[in-house]
């Protein structure tokens, strides 16, 4: 009898374990998911290189001053202001997390192009070998500027006198310039004055070419001796008598012909 009841429970405790172990296994485990902000992209500056040349310039057409307004065989340096530089630079597109701050780079980087304008300065050397200074245009200022001027304009004929006082004189310096010995410089004139008072002077370096008075319209040349800078000068004084025709002297022109 004993030994039944021993068995009895030896059985039960056997059908407690498996039914414990029956119901380990089978437990189901459920895992709850954990959200985790990642914020938004928004594009931000492109990382850009720097513009770096591509090649020599091209394009300089616009030199400056022209071989033709130089004397021939001086040498000189030119100056072009619309040459044309290619240039390159790389661009990488970005965009960046307003949550974690975080950059990234979009797509691969892009090669721009662009051509600005640059200055170039090259030696020349002058081939002028005449220059026409026609005084009637505002151009001959440009070609000899005048350094001081007294009762003395340029108008519609030339370089005038405007002096009609009695004892008074009128003149226009012109700046230095550079010449070459041999040049010939021609001045185109005319006077209109009481002869022998009243008279129209053009020096160079103060050598006096003519002294015109009375009524005369004429030519005059002058050659240079050396080499150097001369300084050109119209004059026209008035004594203090009568006036008789214009009252007035006029150079229209000059030619420098170069040896």
Known sequence: MKKLILLSMALMLQTVAVSASAS???VIRVMAPITQAVGNWAAIASDDSVWANVGA???CS???PATGQIDAGVSFTQTATDCQQDQQKTSQAREQNDLTQQIRNVGEPQTLNQTILVSST???V????QSNMDFTTGASESQLPFAAVSSFTRGAYGWESRNHDNNSAGYVTFSPISLKKGTALTFAYMVSSETGY???IITVNGVVLITATGSVSNTTSYSIPSDGSYTIEFRYTKDASVTVGSDLGRV?????KRP
């Open 24 to 26: 380990a296994n089978n």
């Open 57 to 59: 310039f091209t394009g």
């Open 62 to 64: 616009n030199w400056s």
């Open 122 to 124: 090259r030696p020349a």
């Open 126 to 129: 002058g081939t002028a070998t």
């Open 198 to 200: 009243d008279r129209l």
């Open 252 to 256: 229209s022109a000059l030619t420098i």
